[in-house]
């Protein structure tokens, strides 16, 4: 009876494994065919500064406009291709769609800056940095119009490699910012010692700060930090103008969010910068 039970329960197990795995390995052959027939879309979304003139900016961020599915976001698809490793190939896709974008002589005269999203896979790849050397030589575009967003968690993954990996990228020229600050685990003795531009405040405490003191205590202090350690500081999340104007009050450098615009289509965003003038 014991065997009996053991061999069922392993064949349950058999079960489950194979469907999920089936499952998985559709979904990484649908990904490799999204790049091969273009179904992935470069989106941007503004950043704009709180206080007088900066440079424009703006973070580019993944969509997949999938034949049946339709516009997939990015959440249902990136933690897969984290997982299986596919990240990396994305992130050159990426680097390459925005690379074109910004060797657009419109885009050449207005200075533009794109952050792009690297995952601890990317971190963790020896040649990320000859690789994305090679492409923006290929494009003629500087690494200094690029700001690389990394997670605390992909940060702290591997401290010591991530470490290495982020002087490179940073003497190569590429600026660095914290995504999700506040969310993850990230030591600040440690963080001072990182070659980073800019702290990103996760949208979870800035959506929340006109609900409760707790979210508005963590931005307002958060701003503070950065401020002390000479960063850059962001806000992402800021969907309403009373957001906008008490972030603008305690100093923060820049803000992102549905209030200033929405994500875009690469072409739209043209337009908008346009009516930016
Ligand atoms: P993230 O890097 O923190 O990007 C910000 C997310 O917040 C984006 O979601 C953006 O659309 C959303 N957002 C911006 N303003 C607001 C707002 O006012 N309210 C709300 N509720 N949301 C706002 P999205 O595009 O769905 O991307 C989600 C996450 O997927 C990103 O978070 C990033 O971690 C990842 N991701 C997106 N594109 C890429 C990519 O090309 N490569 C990698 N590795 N990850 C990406
Ligand atoms: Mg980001
Ligand atoms: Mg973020
Ligand atoms: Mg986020």
Not at 18 to 35: F, I, P
Not at 247 to 262: F, K, M, P, T, V
């Amino acid at each position: 009876y014991a065997a009996k039970r053991k061999l069922s329960g392993a064949l349950r197990y058999d079960v489950s494994i194979d469907s999920s795995s089936a499952q998985n390995l559709s979904l990484l052959t649908e990904l490799r065919r999204a790049v091969e027939r273009n179904e992935l879309r470069l989106y941007l979304q503004p950043k704009v500064p709180l206080h007088g003139q900066s440079g424009s900016a703006a973070e580019a961020l993944v969509r997949w406009q999938h034949p049946q599915r339709g516009m997939v976001p990015p959440m249902e698809f990136i933690p897969f291709a984290e997982q299986t490793g596919f990240v990396r190939q994305l992130t050159l896709w990426m680097f390459e769609e925005v690379a074109k974008f910004l060797a657009q002589p419109a885009q050449q005269s207005r200075g533009l800056r794109v952050s792009v999203n690297l995952s601890t896979r990317d971190l963790l790849d020896p040649d990320l940095s000859h690789k994305l050397a090679a492409l923006l030589d290929r494009h003629g575009v500087l690494a200094s119009s690029f700001c690389l967003e990394i997670t605390e968690s992909a940060i702290m993954d591997d401290p010591h490699r991530a470490e290495a990996m982020l002087n490179r990228l940073s003497e190569q020229g590429f600026k660095l910012s914290i995504d999700d600050f506040g969310t993850g685990y990230s030591s600040l003795a440690y963080l001072k010692r990182l070659p980073v531009d800019e702290l990103k405040i996760d949208k979870s405490f800035v959506m929340g700060m006109e609900q409760g003191e707790d979210d508005a205590m963590i931005v307002r202090s958060t701003i503070d930090l950065a401020h002390n350690l000479g960063l850059t500081v962001v806000a992402e999340g800021v969907e309403t103008g009373g957001i906008l104007e008490r972030l603008r009050a305690l100093a923060c450098d820049e803000a992102q969010g549905y209030h200033i615009s929405r994500p875009m289509p690469a072409q739209e965003f043209l337009a908008w910068q346009q009516r930016q003038g």
